[in-house]
């Protein structure tokens, strides 16, 4: 449960946004699920972050009418509640997997512009810190695509490059070395599926999840591409994975910049493709922040602590 505050300048502005017999605030309780509690001149919100997130949105546009005009028409309500209605739903996902239904949905106006780029684009570049839901969302997007037949196969990619350790020999066949590196990617697909449904598309070759290298060579028509931990990938590793895109194919690549563990020498393919390609039309480039964080609430302090140092020595060189 999350809980969040908006003020106005007097309870008047409160009397009017409520409405007649609070008319207006039982349709956005309705519409966002969110639980509101007057303490003054101020609204106390209370719900999941998404309800919150949808009725801040709402009261804020409710609010800047009422300060404009001094009023609030039905009219007005009406076309603000219709619009983030609107807006959110058809944002959200509905994935139905051996009787249970998943629902994903953007949880920050980030993540939303980010389903939303990869809807209307081909090629999306996603970067952002840990836990803003680049790989999740991206995952979450293939699998509806796939569900409305509008590609055949979803292939699942991402380096095998270690975060600073050496793990030396792993036992096993290749896929098993390759296993660790590849279980993010797993874990988002067994989050949103049930654990027959993964195991039958993987036996099936339906959904295909490989390291990096085993790209060079492939054409993929008909296929939802995702690289997760792009910014490990060199600038010819980058260039070889986004030339695999075949006819009718959509391609997302993720990662962090701020997590990068390429030798210092070596450039970052992420940042040089984004750099080169970010013009081009087709393609989309979605930067999320702090923001759009939606794990645990400490994951928010831990990248913010580990960011000021950066961008304390970033104002330094300028």
Known sequence: ???????????????????AEDRNLRRVRE??????????????????????????EVFAELKAIIEKHGGLKDSEVEKVLDRVGKSHADASISVKSNGRTKKVEPRSPGQQDYMKAIRDHDLVFCTGPAGSGKTYLAVAMAIDALRREEVRKIVLVRPAVEA???????????????????????????????????????????????????????????????????????????????????????????????????????????????????????????ELSEKDIVRHRLVRDVVQAYDRPRQSKQKRRN
């Open 1 to 19: 449960m999350s809980e969040a505050t908006i003020s106005f300048s007097d309870q008047e502005q409160v009397r009017i946004l409520f409405g």
């Open 31 to 56: 519409l966002v699920g969110v639980d509101v509690v007057i303490r003054g001149d101020e609204l106390r919100l209370r719900g999941s972050a998404d309800q919150i997130q949808q009725g801040l």
């Open 164 to 286: 600073g350790e050496k793990l030396g020999f792993l036992p096993g066949d290749v896929f098993a070395k390759v296993n660790p590196y590849l279980r993010p990617l797993l874990d988002a697909l067994n989050d949103i599926l049930d654990f027959d449904t993964v195991n039958l598309y993987l036996e099936k070759d339906v959904i295909e999840v490989i390291p990096l290298a085993f790209m060079r060579g492939r054409t993929l028509n008909n296929t939802f591409i995702i690289l997760d931990e792009g910014q490990n990938t060199t600038v010819t590793q980058m260039k070889m994975f986004l030339t695999r895109m075949g006819n009718f194919s959509k391609v997302v690549a993720t990662g962090d910049t701020t997590q990068i563990d390429l030798q210092s020498h070596v450039s970052c393919g992420l940042t040089d493709a984004i750099h080169r390609l970010s013009k081009i039309d087709g393609i989309d480039v979605v």
